[in-house]
C-alpha cells in the first residue's frame, strides 16, 4: 500500500479528483496549504511599505491506494493537474505500513 | 404675520431636515452592498469588491455634482426625451423669498431647500450604480468599473431619470415610480445585465455539459449584517421620495411608506425562504437576504397606496420570483455572483407592474412604457460604453490574476492575509 501526495494549484482540485474517480480510486483527503517552490511569490505595497508575498496557495491531495495502482495514479495526477505554467507541484509517494477500515476493523488493502 | 413666518421657516426646515437624514440613510446603503457584496464573493476576490463599492461612491457623487444632477432636474423641458445640459449646482433658496410664498402656494413652491433636494438625488444614483458591482465581481478590471461609473452616473442614469423624475415623456405619460424600482434598481440591474454579457462567466462557474458550479461567497455574516444595513437604509430610501413631512396628511404617508416598505421586506424574506426550502430542501440563508431585498425592490415602484397587508404580499410575490429567477439566469449561463440582475432587474419589473394594484391613476400601458424605455435606453447605452472599454482597455482580468484572486492583482494586498512572512510583519 502506498500514499501517494500531490501538491496541485488549486483550481486543478476538481480535474485532478475527476481522473483519480475514473481510475477507480474511492477516497481522497484534501488540505489548503501553503508553499513555495521554484515559483517565487510578489512583492506588494501596503500603505506605502513593501510586503512578500511568499506563500502561494496550493493544495495538497492525498489518496491511499494498492501498489498496484500506484503508476496510474501518478500519471492521473500528473495529466489532470498540468497547466505548463510554473508552480504545478509535485507528487509523492511514501509506503504505508498498515490501514484500518474504523467502522468493520477491515484491515491492510482490504480497507483501502 | 411674524407667527405665520415662523411657521413657514420651522416647516421647510423640518422637511429639508427629513430629506437630509432620509438622505443619510440611503448613504448608509452603500454600506449595506459593500458588505453584502464582500460576504457573498471568495476572499481572495474580498478587498476588490470593497474597493469598488467605496470608490463607485465617490464618482458618483461627483459626477452627480458636475453634471448629472442637471441633466436630470434642470431646465429640460417637459415630456421632452431630450434633456438639457449645464454643469455645477446653483444657489439655494433665498430666504426671504420663501418666507413671501403664501401658505395656499407654499407646497408648489420652494419648501425644502435645493441642496437638500441635490444630497438626497445624490445618494440615490450612487445607489444605482452600486448595483452593478456585484454583477460583475470576480473577474471585471477595477478600472474599468470605475470608468464605466464616471459615464453612468454622469450620463446614462440621468437622462432616463429625467424621463421621469425630471418631468419627461414618461411622466407626461402617467408612468408611475414612487421612490425608483425602475429609475434605479432597473436601471442599474440593465447596466449590469449588459456588463456581464461581455464580461463572461467566472472561470469553473459553468462546466463543459452543462453543468453549474456553486461557488459559495467567504462570509455569510457580512452578507447578512449587509443585508440589515439594506433594510434599514430603504426606509429612507422610500421614505424620503415622499418628499413632505411637515402636516397631517404627509406624516401619514410617510409612516405609511415606513410600514409598507418593512412589510414587504419581511414577505419577501418569508417567501423566499420558504420557495428555496421547498426546491433545495434546506433553509438557504442566501435566499432568505436576497428575499428580504426582493421585497423592498418590490415595493418601491409604489410603497404608499397599498394596504400594509397588500404590500407584505407584493414583497412575497418578489421574494419568489428572485428565487426562481436567480435559477433561472443561470440557467442560461449569465453568472451574477449576488444575484443583482435577478433581485434589482427581474422584480424591479414586477414592482412596476404591482403599481397597477394599488394606485388608480397607474395603468398597465404607461408602465410597460417606462419598463421598456429605461431598458432600452440603459442596455444600448451600456452595451456601447462596456464595448468601448472592452475593445480599449479589455474588461475582464487575465486567467491567472482571476485564479489568484482580484486582491492582489488589482489591490496589491489582500483582505484576509495569513503567511504574511517575517519581513516586518511582527510574526
Redesign the interface.
Given at each position: 500500500m502506498k500514499m501517494v501526495m500531490a501538491i496541485i494549484?488549486?483550481?486543478k482540485l476538481?480535474d485532478v479528483r475527476e481522473a483519480l474517480s475514473e481510475i477507480g480510486v474511492q477516497g481522497i483527503t484534501v488540505t489548503e496549504v501553503?508553499g513555495f517552490g521554484r515559483q517565487k511569490g510578489?512583492t506588494?505595497?501596503?500603505r506605502g511599505?513593501?510586503?512578500?508575498?511568499?506563500?502561494l496557495?496550493k493544495v495538497k491531495i492525498e489518496a491511499a491506494v494498492s501498489d498496484g495502482l500506484v503508476d496510474q495514479v501518478i500519471e492521473a495526477i500528473a495529466k489532470a493537474a498540468n497547466s505548463g505554467?510554473i508552480g504545478d507541484g509535485k507528487i509523492f509517494v511514501s509506503p504505508i505500513e498498515q490501514a484500518v477500515r474504523i467502522r468493520t476493523g477491515e484491515a491492510g488493502e482490504e480497507a483501502l | 404675520m411674524e407667527a405665520l413666518n415662523g411657521i413657514k421657516d420651522l416647516s421647510y426646515a423640518l422637511d429639508t431636515f427629513y430629506f437630509l437624514i432620509t438622505g443619510a440613510l440611503v448613504m448608509w446603503m452603500a454600506a449595506g452592498f459593500a458588505m453584502l457584496e464582500a460576504g457573498l464573493v471568495r476572499s481572495?476576490n474580498t478587498a476588490e469588491i470593497l474597493t469598488k463599492n467605496v470608490v463607485l461612491f465617490a464618482i458618483a457623487c461627483i459626477m452627480y455634482m458636475i453634471v448629472g444632477y442637471n441633466i436630470m432636474y434642470g431646465d429640460g423641458t417637459e415630456g421632452g426625451i431630450i434633456p438639457s445640459l449645464s454643469f455645477m449646482l446653483g444657489a439655494d433658496n433665498n430666504p426671504e423669498e420663501v418666507l413671501k410664498i403664501g401658505m395656499d402656494g407654499w407646497y408648489d413652491g420652494s419648501y425644502y431647500s435645493s441642496m437638500s433636494d441635490f444630497f438626497f438625488q445624490m445618494v440615490f444614483v450612487a445607489t444605482a450604480m452600486s448595483i452593478v458591482s456585484g454583477a460583475v465581481a470576480e473577474r471585471m478590471k477595477l478600472w474599468a468599473f470605475l470608468f464605466f461609473a464616471v459615464v453612468m452616473t454622469g450620463f446614462i442614469y440621468p437622462v432616463q431619470g429625467y424621463w421621469k423624475w425630471g418631468g419627461g415623456f414618461l411622466d407626461q405619460a402617467g408612468f408611475l415610480d414612487f421612490a425608483g424600482s425602475g429609475v434605479v434598481h432597473l436601471c442599474g440591474a440593465t447596466a449590469a445585465l449588459a456588463g456581464v454579457l461581455l464580461l463572461g462567466a467566472r472561470?469553473?462557474k459553468y462546466g463543459p455539459d452543462g453543468k453549474i458550479n456553486a461557488i459559495p461567497g467567504a462570509n455569510m455574516p457580512l452578507a447578512t449584517i449587509g443585508t440589515f444595513i439594506l433594510w434599514l437604509g430603504w426606509f429612507g430610501f422610500n421614505g424620503g421620495s415622499e418628499l413632505i413631512l411637515s402636516n397631517v396628511g404627509e406624516a401619514n404617508a410617510v409612516a405609511k411608506v415606513f410600514v409598507n416598505t418593512n412589510m414587504a421586506a419581511s414577505g419577501g424574506v418569508v417567501a423566499g425562504l420558504i420557495t428555496a426550502r421547498l426546491l433545495f430542501g434546506k433553509a438557504d440563508l442566501t435566499m432568505a437576504l436576497n428575499g428580504a431585498l426582493a421585497g423592498l425592490v418590490a415595493i418601491t415602484a409604489e410603497p404608499l397606496t397599498p394596504s400594509p397587508e397588500l404590500a407584505t404580499l407584493i414583497g412575497a410575490i418578489g421574494g419568489v420570483l428572485v428565487v426562481f429567477a436567480i435559477i433561472t439566469i443561470d440557467k442560461i449561463k449569465i453568472d451574477d455572483p449576488v444575484g443583482a440582475i435577478s433581485v434589482h432587474g427581474v422584480v424591479g419589473i414586477w414592482g412596476l407592474l404591482a403599481v397597477t394594484l394599488s394606485n388608480p391613476d397607474s395603468s398597465l400601458g404607461s408602465q410597460l412604457l417606462g419598463i421598456g424605455s429605461i431598458f432600452v435606453w440603459t442596455f444600448v447605452t451600456s452595451l456601447i460604453v462596456w464595448g468601448i472599454l472592452k475593445a480599449v482597455m479589455g474588461i475582464r482580468v487575465s486567467e491567472?490574476e482571476e485564479?489568484e484572486g482580484v486582491d492582489?492583482g488589482e489591490c496589491?494586498?489582500?483582505a484576509y492575509p495569513?503567511?504574511?512572512?517575517s519581513?516586518?510583519?511582527g510574526i
Open positions: 494549484k488549486p483550481f476538481d501553503k510578489h506588494e505595497l501596503y511599505a513593501e510586503y512578500v508575498v511568499d506563500f496557495p505554467k | 481572495k472561470k469553473g491567472e485564479y492582489i496589491g494586498l489582500e495569513e503567511f504574511t512572512g519581513k516586518g510583519s
